[in-house]
């Protein structure tokens, strides 16, 4: 009796992957096509990236009538990045006609204010700002 079968009590244990014989195929479905590591990492990085609105930060541009375009929004990803390489948590964006404390770590705007109540505005809660 060798040592292996004397401690597992002559129980039969196997690891690794499973011995297919020689008729046996393997069936691939068409959603099974190989999907490049590279995309499916770029992907969820991207996903990580992205930028977020807090219902907050929502309601406040709803209720002021602000409307955020595709251009803005790169603006306010390159500020972000901007902050977050000089080691900013929470940033003011001063930008067109709005201002925005966003969250650097979570790429989150917390709140939002329009150009015309920026007047007598006292913005808390901040480390750093980035005007664009």
């Known amino acids: ?20 014989t020689a008729g046996e195929q393997k069936v691939h479905s068409k959603s099974d096509s190989p999907i490049p590591f590279d995309d499916i990492l770029r992907k969820q990085v991207s996903s990580f990236r992205e930028l977020k609105f807090s219902k907050h930060a929502e309601n406040r541009l709803k209720s002021r009538n602000i409307t955020i375009d595709t251009e803005q929004r790169q ?56 005007i664009i």
């Open 1 to 20: 009796m060798n040592d292996i079968s004397r401690i597992f009590g002559n129980r039969i244990i196997t690891a690794g992957r499973p011995i297919h």
């Open 75 to 130: 603006k306010i990803n390159d500020a972000i990045l901007k902050a977050e390489k000089k080691g900013v948590k929470e940033s003011l964006i001063l930008m067109e006609n709005l201002a925005l404390v966003v969250s650097v770590e979570n790429r989150t705007v917390i709140t939002a204010v329009s150009s015309d109540e920026l007047k007598d505005n006292v913005f808390t809660n901040i480390d750093g700002a980035v």
